[in-house]
């Protein structure tokens, strides 16, 4: 059986993110049951993981608290009272969410005293936007299975039959085919090589005289139009690549760990 309730506020009264606001919280108990006070720091967490959940921030939310964690200090005290707490898998169970805690506590602080320098978010923007190259381009291409229907495409669209039906009526690709072969704006690098290559060789308007292969079978490219590349700037990428680097920094704080382990 399962208490989504009590479990939420028993995983947020570990979690140490809120230990600055629980210092802040009224000295007053939550409640007294059977003489036993809940502390008013346990109302606080609770507020805030139902508020994180979305819950209303309205006049009724004091009292749905309180009354959560009445019913978590019965439930709990009874489960003591049978020695449910004695049970192997429960105890297993509590250290596991335990560590859990301790872990998210660890990679905190980790983040917290290893921040990310505006030089290393203008590096990696940098990095980025030379990786995206000096243009895009709108492409459109048919793809087939074989050299043969390659090239038999190639033949009709000297006949000058339309791009877009072909790509309509012969592509394996179905997500651009009913776009008429349509692959929208991108830098050659996000493609295969093959293809970014073949794409970049042509000019506006042409279409590759000889069928492309790629691991994903054989391509006719044409290529639309070409414009410089729109790329976002700094300030509208920094907070994301922020966030990709505390991120890395935390696989390497993790890969560090394990490197000086003892794991059998």
Known sequence: MKHPLILTILLASLNPVWADEAKSAADKPVATVNGREIPAV?????????LNQGTPNDANLPVRIREAL???????RAAIDKGLDKNPRLIAAMDMLRREQLSKAYLEDYVKNHPVADDEIKAEYDKAKAAAGGNEYKARHILVKTEAEAK???????????FDKLAKDKSIDKGSAKNG?????????????????ALQSLKKGETTKSPV????????IKLDDVRPTQFPSLDETKGEIRRQLQQ???REAILDLRAKAKIE
Do not use: C
């Open 42 to 50: 346990y109302g606080e967490m609770a507020r805030q993981t139902l």
């Open 70 to 76: 009445v019913n978590q200090e019965l439930l709990s």
């Open 152 to 162: 038999a495409i190639i033949s009709q669209l000297n006949k000058k039959v339309a």
């Open 181 to 197: 072969g349509d692959l929208g704006w991108n830098v050659p690098s996000s493609y295969v090589k093959e293809f970014g290559d």
């Open 213 to 220: 292969k790629t691991n994903f079978g054989w391509h006719v």
């Open 248 to 250: 890395k920094n935390v």
